[in-house]
């Protein structure tokens, strides 16, 4: 009860502006009581005002009150400082239920500052003076406030885990490393960080090549979709242009065979109609001389009717003159017409005036992202079989070219200027492109290469040997460590090991991974570099007893 009547002092006796204790305090008209200074810097802000109000209430007061310090209010704070009291600290310093919170406070505990490695404790301001001051911490790491911190101690031997087991690949603590540990590779959990720091700053950079190798390539599809818009607009332009053209030739043409018709009807027409006068004169004649012989025949008069008849002359015997020709001439123009039209069709229908547009497929290889299971890397596997003419003598092949075993006798190998004869390598007959999974189970000294078709094959050189050119990547597995070798430069590896080695190429993207696989799958190495040619799988094998096989996946 009087740490809550305390606290209420805290409150009543602070400025609800500086939220600290009254310093000159001052009451305004409306019973308010506040810094002499404060209130004055809050009436004082802005443009003039014509009314100043109360922070709290807001109750307006015109004009500006005149402040004279409270002396009785004045002097009781200054008994409260006496007694050892502080202002409350404001509201947004105390740990909410997201923030980490001072393990040291009491009560209400504030904002933790930051978290010390070495004591596995989270400070706020004031109790992480202590650090600052005193030598006896300046050893001590802090970082920002961390809820995880129990998360560094061991659970085992509840110590802090200041070793990393690499065997194992987990952080543990000292007592670990000699007991359940024990014999284990283990290093300072501050040196494999500095280490595995050094590969998060390379794939940093190798992301951000990646990025502006990406950013060149959108930017050049973006050329590309600008040169298909033109190139598409320049087609469409053009075509239209063209079929204009050939439309108006069609319609000239047509306009000319319609004008050759009409001018042959015209000619048909008057040559019918001029015959059909004739022949209507003719019939006007003959049905004159008709009536004048029907005349002729009722004359009763003998003497009439003979000297009449002698004037009558004679019918000529003509024949009709009149011969009516087929209309083949129209036939024909529409016939010739029909000729032209197939023919326009037939030439519209060879591939030659197809519009096609695969020439201006744009070829796009993305990258395929890493499969994250060993299942989701077996639907990359491919079944790859070793190449007898690649093979060093002193190597024997079987199940099926997926197997190499050092044999110290010679095998009968004819001669191939494909044949390693220096370094007791193989090739596989399956070139790599794409994205490609495959494991290998290794007895002894081996080392899971892959390499350029044009490595070279003749002597010990090491142009021939796998990992010491620019043409191959060797993966060495010896006396349980690994190794990669590339152009002659190594770079050790540590992981759990384990007799069969998965690897994992994205030839496009120029990834090159290698896997420790038993009852779980364990990132060993990864390479990103960029592929210039098809790559080949293969094996270095050396030693009495020692054998290498390509796993059958499926």
């Known amino acids: 009860m009087a740490q809550k009547g305390v606290q209420l002092d805290r409150e009543t006796f602070s400025c609800s502006i500086c939220l600290d204790l009254l310093k000159d305090p001052v009451a305004i008209p409306c019973g308010h009581s506040y810094c002499m200074n404060c209130i004055k810097g809050f009436w004082d802000e802005g443009d003039e005002k014509e009314m100043y109000s109360c922070p709290l209430c807001r109750q307006s007061f015109t004009p500006r009150p005149v402040l004279l310090k409270n002396t009785m209010l004045a002097a009781l704070v200054e008994e409260l400082k006496k007694t050892g009291l502080q202002a409350a600290p404001a509201d947004h310093c105390y740990a909410e239920a997201?923030?980490?919170a001072?393990?040291?406070c009491t009560g209400k505990k504030l904002k933790a500052h930051k978290s010390c490695l070495q004591c596995l404790i989270s400070y706020c301001e004031k109790h992480i003076q202590l650090h600052?001051?005193?030598?006896?911490?300046e050893k001590h790491k802090l970082v920002e406030p961390s809820k995880?911190?129990?998360?560094?101690?061991c659970s085992r031997h509840d110590e802090v885990m200041k070793l990393f087991c690499r065997t194992d690949q987990q952080c543990i603590c000292y007592l670990c490393s000699v007991e359940v540990h024990k014999g284990h590779d283990t290093v300072s959990a501050a040196a494999e960080r500095t280490e595995r720091q050094k590969k998060l700053e390379w794939s940093s950079q190798t992301i951000k090549q990646r990025i502006q190798d990406r950013e060149k390539d959108v930017k050049l599809l973006q050329q590309q979709v600008e040169a298909i818009d033109h190139a598409a607009n320049k087609a469409v332009e053009d075509s239209e242009k063209i079929f204009t053209e050939l439309i108006r030739l069609l319609e000239k043409r047509s306009s000319d065979v319609k004008q050759q018709v009409r001018s042959q009807q015209k000619r048909e027409e008057s040559r019918v109609r001029e015959l059909q006068e004739k022949l209507e004169q003719e019939i006007t004649e003959l049905k004159?001389?008709?009536?004048e012989l029907k005349k002729l025949s009722h004359t009763e008069d003998l003497n009439q009717f003979l000297h009449n008849y002698p004037s009558l002359s004679p019918l000529s015997q003509s024949a009709s003159s009149i011969h009516i020709r087929p209309l083949s001439s129209f036939e024909d123009v529409t016939a010739a017409v029909s000729e032209v039209r197939d023919k326009?069709?037939?030439v519209l229908r060879e591939k030659r005036t197809n519009v096609s547009l695969t020439g201006t497929e744009v070829d796009v290889l993305l990258p395929q992202p890493e499969p994250k299971t060993r299942a989701g890397f077996l639907k990359y596997s491919r079944e790859i079989t070793l190449d007898p003419n690649t093979a060093h003598r002193h190597l024997l092949l079987s199940e099926g070219n997926r197997k190499a075993t050092y044999m110290l006798q010679p095998q009968f190998y004819s001669s191939h200027p494909d044949r390693f004869t220096g370094w007791f390598q193989v090739l596989s007959r399956e070139s790599l492109t794409g994205c490609c999974y495959w494991e290998v189970e290794i007895r002894g000294h081996i080392s899971v290469a892959v390499a350029y078709k044009n490595i070279s094959r003749v002597g010990v050189l090491n142009e021939?040997?796998?990992?010491?050119?620019?043409?191959?990547w060797a993966f060495y597995c010896i006396k349980n460590k690994y190794a990669l070798w590339y152009n002659k430069v190594q770079t050790p590896i540590s992981g759990p090991w384990s007799s069969r080695v998965g690897v994992y190429l994205d030839h496009s993207a120029g990834i090159l991974s290698f896997y420790s696989i038993s009852e779980t799958m364990t990132l060993l190495h990864r390479v990103?570099?960029?592929?210039?040619q098809p790559l080949y799988a293969g094996l270095y094998v050396y030693g009495s007893g020692v054998s290498a096989e390509l796993c059958k996946l499926k």
């Open 344 to 346: 326009l069709q037939d």
């Open 102 to 104: 001072c393990d040291v």
């Open 132 to 137: 600052f001051e005193s030598p006896a911490f």
């Open 288 to 291: 004159r001389e008709d009536a």
């Open 148 to 153: 995880k911190l129990q998360e560094n101690v």
């Open 464 to 472: 021939c040997e796998f990992g010491l050119n620019e043409k191959s």
């Open 98 to 100: 997201e923030d980490v």
């Open 528 to 532: 990103q570099t960029t592929f210039t």
